[in-house]
């Protein structure tokens, strides 16, 4: 892994916070995953006074403050009070989660903690999404600015929560005066994650839709957590986007990775994939696949521009992934089980999509009878 440069390192170690005081920071989700690593590096820093860690379980950050609660209960306003920044980060993303229920949590959660910050006196609230909200589209630029326009739509796991929760940062600032939100989009998250996109790779073969172009830009989670701490020392804010230097073509992917392309027509792909979500036999719905389609590359100039620069290149976080997910078998979004995944390299991918097109016949067939 390369190293930062010298000069962004000199930025990070004597840059202060705006009023030149450190900050106290509360950050919700601090229990696990990008929270967890969020709060150790926080309570770390000598930039900062205190962090408070706010989760429905206690955490393993001593130097934290914790408050056990659920974001949406309105006494969180509470435990807030105190805090300069809080950073958001209690969202349920997972592939498992009930759609409905997913999104009750995602929504009213970012409501009652940007109200709830307001109530406490909090100047600025940083809030994660994802650069999904671009939408991936053929006629995207390469790569997007932060400025361009989120064209997503509500197809893909999680993204109508995430255009949602855009809409509230949008609005929390004429409804509480003087409360500065930014909101950080990270490009394909890798470290510790588990979504449709990093689920791609655990496939026997790298499904290709023919007419498409893929391109991938990957964020390790520590460059992600570097790009939150930034905002958090209102080094920069607005809206922010995260991820590696630059990108890479399908072929590339296939040549680092070692895994073969499956190609498939796009309504055969496509329509499977809704079939099999329907039925429940996947948990990725079809929308997911246009993020393996259509670029949605971000440029992340506003960190650029304030001295922020990613550790992590594209080839060094794909291998990571490819580590990770070593061991696991996936089909159309579907981990398999040992015995399944057996049969799956032996036959290959293709055998393996004509068995799920044969599962949904047999349903079909069983919703007549």
Known sequence: ????????????????????????????????????????????????????????????????????????????????????????????????????????????????????????????????????????????ELPLSEDAELRATAEATGVGDLLEIER??????????????????????????????????????????????????FCHVEDLCSALEYAVLEKVDGELAVGCDGWLEQEEVEELSGIRRMELPSAVALGAAARLHRIGLTPSPAGDLAYTMYPWVVSGSRLHDAGWRARWTNEEVLAELLAEVAGRHTVAGRRLGRKDATAAGAAGATVALLGAAAVVRRARKARRR
């Open 168 to 217: 509230l940062a949008r609005r929390a600032p004429r409804a509480h005066p003087g409360l500065n939100v930014t909101v950080v989009r990270p490009a394909i998250l890798v470290g510790g994650t588990d979504t449709a996109l990093t689920r791609y790779f655990e496939s026997p073969r790298l499904l290709v839709v023919a007419g498409s172009r893929p391109v991938w830009q």
């Open 1 to 140: 892994m390369s190293s930062p440069d010298p000069q962004v390192r000199a930025a990070r170690n004597h840059a202060t916070p705006a009023g030149g005081r450190r900050p106290v920071v509360a950050v919700t989700g601090a229990a696990t995953g990008v929270g967890a690593l969020l709060t150790e590096r926080l309570a770390a820093s000598e930039e900062i006074k205190q962090v408070v860690a706010v989760d429905e379980r206690r955490g393993e950050c001593d130097a934290a403050e914790w408050h056990i609660l659920d974001v949406r209960d309105p006494a969180i306003a509470e435990k807030l009070r105190g805090a300069d920044v809080v950073v958001h980060l209690a969202l349920d993303l997972d592939l498992g989660s009930d759609a409905a229920a997913r999104t009750a949590y995602n929504v009213r959660g970012t409501q009652t903690v940007l109200t709830a910050a307001a109530a406490a006196g909090v100047h600025r609230v940083v809030l994660c999404t994802s650069a999904m909200v671009y939408g991936a589209l053929p006629d995207n």
